[in-house]
């Protein structure tokens, strides 16, 4: 009995903690004019960095480096569980802004919301529901 429990209790934070994996996450636009694809670079304890790439009004409005992949222009600080915010960049007009990710482990799907746009052009949507 007493093996069992220690087993549970070992297992059990590795089980009900999720962090959020290195990889692409995506989101299309209902009505497929627009879409963002966030990359995550760097995950840990504390924090997540990547980039992202969005595509506005059918390709006219591209806000990404697609030379650079592996450049970071967000770097988020864990806030509380599966929840992290921080600064992001604009590549568009080099303008910073103030970016919230909520990581749903359940449903594989992450929550996108921008807190406080850039003061410069930017392309991203407010909110959006992004999945792997």
Known sequence: MKRTIL???FLLP???ISQISKGVWFW??????NSLELRILKVDDKSVEGNYCSVFNNGEKI????ELENEVNFLLNKTSE???QGTFTS???SANGL???IHIPLNKKMIFEIIEAPKGEYYLPEKAVLSQ
């Not at 299309?28 to 004019?33: A, D, W, Y």
């Not at 806000?63 to 697609?66: L, W």
């Open 91 to 93: 590549h568009y007009s």
């Open 28 to 33: 299309n636009s209902e009505n497929g004019r």
């Open 82 to 84: 599966n929840t992290y």
């Open 99 to 101: 970016l919230k990710i």
């Open 7 to 9: 087993l549970l209790l």
């Open 63 to 66: 806000d990404c480096n697609s």
């Open 14 to 16: 590795s089980i009900t």
